[in-house]
Structures are given as C-alpha cells and as structure tokens.
C-alpha cells in the first residue's frame, strides 16, 4: 500500500517523539482532550517498575520480563525497544491499535525513536511528529528542573536526547515546545489537515 493511499484506519495513527522533559506528555493531555480529532492513546508495556502513582492498564501495562517475551514470541508488538540503555522494554501492543479503530478514533502512540522507525516499517502513512526544545541547554534545565531523576539517570537521557535528535528528521513534522499552546494548536492543525486527506 502506498504512502498516499492509507487505508483510512491505517492512516490514523500518530507517533509523537522527542526527549523526556520536552513536554510530551502534558503535550499529550492536552491533545486528548481538545484535539479537532478523536484520539486514543495508546497504552504502552513496559518491564520498568511502576513510579508512585502510577497505575497498570492506565499509566502503562506493567509486565514481568517473561510476560513481556511470551507477548513478543507471540507476535502481540507493533514495536519494541529497550530504552535509555535502561535494561527496561517498552513496546506498543498491536491490540492497542484496535482499540483506538474501534473506537474510529486516531491511536496516538507516545514513544521513543527506535520505536517510530518500527512503526513506520509497518505503517508507512503513520503521522509522525518529533517534539523539540529550542536549545540543548533550556531542555537540560527541564530536566534538572523537575528534580525527579539523579545526576546520572539525566546526564544518560541527555546523551539519548542528542542521539534522538539526530533522528528528529526522519519524522513527517517537527514541533518546537517553547509554548506549549503555540505547539498544541500546531500539532492540532497537523491532525486536521491530515484528517481532511484521509476524508478526502
Ligand atoms: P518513562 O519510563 O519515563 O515512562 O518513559 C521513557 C521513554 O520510553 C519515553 O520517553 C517514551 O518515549 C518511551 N516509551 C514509552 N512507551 C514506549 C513504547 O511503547 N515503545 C517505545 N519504543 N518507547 C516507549
């Protein structure tokens, strides 16, 4: 199938990336709730513990190791990665995606790089969208800002960040987060007009 031509439910699917402390997931809230589009996220499984707070099947679906193979064996993943060099798996669950169709909603999947790539191979009309700061150093005092990772927990997510964003233009668009309402409305437009080829 080709790029322009998306079976409509195949086209609706949109990856939003970029470095942790870019704003992504406050970015996300806001698009849930007032996109011009449906959106679903996606819940993604992960073998990292939970942080407090959290909670399995809403934050993530907490997986033991073998839990998390015996779904790979299976073929149950859109795409996997191990992240931040951490040790820990994440990946999306293809069965994610059927939630949000189901629904007629877009599947909106909040993941790291390695993972986009994956999407891509399988769904060449997947929005992809790569959420920056302006500057390296106004994103390491994000991170150091919100004072909820150690030193060498944020100097190995700076190191990712710089790797990723080698990456940023293998994505469709990329959005600058200096104002989280300038990048909402921006990806919002993005949404839409993408929407209105699917439609068309
Ligand atoms: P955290 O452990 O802080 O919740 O997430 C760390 C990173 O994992 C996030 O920046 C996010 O991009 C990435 N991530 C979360 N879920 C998935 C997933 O399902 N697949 C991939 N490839 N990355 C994920």
């Known amino acids: 199938m080709s790029d322009s031509e998306p079976n409509s439910s195949e086209g609706r699917i949109v990856v ?3 470095p942790s402390g870019s704003g992504k997931t406050t970015i996300v809230n806001r ?3 007032c996109a011009p589009v449906r959106l679903v996220k996606a819940i993604s499984a992960t073998t990292r513990p939970p942080r407090l707070g959290e909670a399995h099947g809403e934050d993530y679906y907490f997986l033991s190791l073998d839990e998390f193979q015996r779904r790979l064996d299976n073929q149950e993943f859109l795409e996997v990665a191990e992240v931040f060099k951490s040790g820990y798996w994440y990946g999306t ?3 994610e995606l059927d939630r949000a169709w189901q ?5 909106l999947l909040e993941i790291d790089v390695q993972g986009a790539l994956q999407v891509l191979e399988r769904y060449p009309a997947a929005l992809t969208i790569f959420l920056r700061t302006s500057s390296e150093e106004e994103y ?3 991170l150091h800002g919100r004072g909820t990772e150690p030193g060498d927990v944020i100097r ?3 190191e990712t960040a710089r790797e990723e964003l080698k990456n940023a233009g293998r994505y469709r668009h990329q959005v600058v987060n200096d104002d989280l309402d300038r990048a909402v409305a921006e990806i919002s ?3 839409q007009n993408r929407e209105r080829e699917l439609d068309a």
């Open 16 to 18: 939003l990336s970029g």
């Open 140 to 142: 390491a005092a994000r």
């Open 31 to 33: 698009l849930i709730a």
């Open 156 to 158: 190995r997510r700076l």
């Open 189 to 191: 437009d993005i949404l």
């Open 93 to 95: 669950l293809k069965s």
């Open 103 to 107: 629904q007629r909603a877009w599947a």
